[in-house]
């Protein structure tokens, strides 16, 4: 069991990333359901314990089975192998309220300007996640990376991952800069 000083060091190691809440609502939401459909490997619409810590091994965060069943089980409807979508949310709901106080359900309408920052934020962060050598730029190697670590099936296939990054590459040089990242990720967002 954790003391409390520990609890108190994963709180503020968490609050030190601003990658973990989102601050458009509707964006927060999207991501979200992709985050679902890919911790549920088996696309039965529920997150059963076993994939959701398979999920966190694969992003590097090892948990122990018992603590994490016993964080969600309270979230597990009766009767269900696992987390639905919206027990899902509820959970990252709960654990936005209690590591960040909710400020990523913040519904007051927000100055343009410091919503535009907060989103350049978010995607300069995401595409840190794909840079891994932090040299500006997302190679084919950097994107198969990260698709492995996922668990995705276009990791396997360096001809796919090199196709991906063709579709985004506008200036033709091979890599994906932030700028490009930027625009493809502004591409798919669902507008609320």
């Given at each position: 069991m954790e003391s409390n000083g520990d609890n108190n060091k994963r709180v503020n190691k968490i609050q030190s990333s601003s990658s973990f809440r989102l601050r458009s609502p509707s964006l927060n939401a999207l991501r979200l359901q992709r985050i679902f459909d890919l911790f549920d490997k088996n696309g039965d619409g529920f997150i059963t314990v076993d994939e959701l810590s398979q999920a966190l091994s694969r992003l590097g965060l090892d948990a122990d089975l018992s603590d994490l069943l016993s964080?969600?089980?309270s979230y597990i409807q009766p009767g269900n192998a696992g987390l639905e979508f919206d027990d899902f949310s509820s959970l990252h709901k709960t654990l936005d309220d209690s590591f960040f106080g909710g400020a990523g359900d913040n519904d007051d309408v927000e100055d343009h300007s410091s919503a535009a920052a907060a989103?350049?934020?978010?995607?300069?962060?995401?595409?840190?996640?794909?840079?891994?050598?932090?040299?500006?730029?997302?190679?084919?190697?950097e994107l198969q990376a990260v698709l492995k670590?996922?668990?995705l099936p276009e990791g396997g296939e360096m001809e796919r991952v090199e196709k991906m990054i063709v579709s985004v590459d506008r200036n033709k040089d091979?890599?994906?800069d932030f700028f490009e990242f930027k625009n493809k990720m502004r591409a798919v967002v669902i507008p609320s």
């Open positions: 964080t969600v089980e989103d350049e934020s978010d995607l300069a962060e995401a595409f840190k996640v794909f840079d891994e050598n932090g040299d500006g730029f997302i190679s084919a190697r670590k996922l668990g091979g890599r994906v």
